[in-house]
C-alpha cells in the first residue's frame, strides 16, 4: 500500500520556522522525484520545491528562494521541507508528491494528505 505521510506542520509566527517531514512507503523511493506544493486557502496547488530521485538537483519556486530548503534522505524514504522566515502568505496546505516510474511505467503521481500550516502573530 503506497503512502505518503506528511507531518511537521502548525502555527507559526512570521520569521519563524518550520521542518516539515514526508514519510514514504509502498513503492521504491529512489524511483521517485519529490515535491512539495502549497495550497493557500481558496487558491490552486503550487509547486513549492523539487528534488530528483538521487537528489543532486533540486528546483525552488521563486517566492520561497533563500528561505526554504528541501531535501531527502533516501535511508529513511523521507523527503524534509525546512522553512524559514515563514510570512503569513505561505500560510495553506502543504502536500507531498513523489512522482516517478514503477515496473518500467512512467508517470507514476502519488500524494500525501497535506499538513496545515499557519503563519501569523
Known amino acids: 500500500q503506497v503512502q505518503l505521510v506528511e507531518s511537521g506542520g502548525g502555527l507559526v509566527q512570521p520569521g519563524g520556522s518550520l521542518r516539515l517531514s514526508c514519510a514514504a512507503s509502498?513503492?521504491?523511493?529512489?524511483?521517485?522525484?519529490m515535491t512539495w506544493y502549497h495550497q493557500a486557502p481558496g487558491k490552486e496547488r503550487d509547486l513549492v520545491a523539487a528534488i530528483t530521485a538521487a537528489g543532486g538537483s533540486t528546483n525552488y519556486a521563486d517566492s520561497v528562494k533563500g528561505r526554504f530548503t528541501i531535501s531527502r534522505d533516501n535511508a529513511k524514504n523521507t523527503v524534509y521541507l525546512q522553512m524559514n522566515s515563514l510570512k503569513p502568505e505561505d500560510t495553506g496546505v502543504y502536500y507531498c508528491n513523489a512522482f516517478g516510474s514503477v515496473g518500467g511505467t512512467g508517470g507514476i503521481d502519488y500524494w500525501g494528505q497535506g499538513t496545515q500550516v499557519t503563519v501569523s502573530p
Open positions: 509502498g513503492f521504491t523511493f529512489t524511483n521517485f522525484a
